[in-house]
């Protein structure tokens, strides 16, 4: 798992995450070919986007030949989960009044679906029974 704080990602990083989230594993060169063609950014600018990702500690990457192989370090799920709880907890402070945080979190995911408010439910069942 990754120490450092994680921070969101560009459109290009999102794009080449997405990319190695769905397939795995991938080279620079394979990378570049789940692009379409009119709309691929050039193979250096896929390079130095994968270094730097690397750089940031969202990818892994091996020697293979000539080439690097790169992987992500962590899922897309554990990445949003990162992200968000980075978030709240900056909006969060103990002299802070948290009502309206929690309020604009459960009318967000009522809001994609109405299922999400009996998944908070268990998520807070669960964590009062494990006490934490």
């Not at 070919?33 to 896929?46: D, Q």
């Not at 990702?53 to 293979?64: H, I, P």
């Not at 992987?71 to 990445?79: C, G, V």
Request: aromatic share 6%; glycine share 6%.
């Amino acid at each position: 798992m990754i120490d450092q704080p994680v921070r969101p990602l560009g459109a290009l990083e999102e794009k080449v995450m997405s990319v190695l989230w769905a397939v795995g594993p991938l080279t620079v060169r394979d990378v570049c070919g789940h692009f379409k063609k009119k709309r691929a950014p050039a193979y250096t600018t896929v390079m130095t986007t994968l270094d730097r990702l690397f750089k940031k500690r969202l990818l892994t990457r091996r020697k293979d030949g000539l080439a690097f192989i790169y992987e992500p370090a962590l899922t897309r799920d554990d990445y949003r989960r990162r992200i968000l709880a980075q978030t709240i907890s900056g909006l969060i402070t103990e002299r802070a009044d948290v009502g309206p945080v929690f309020a604009a979190f459960v009318d967000a995911a009522a809001g994609i679906d109405a299922a999400n408010l009996a998944r908070l439910d268990a998520l807070i069942a669960k964590h009062r029974k494990d006490g934490k």
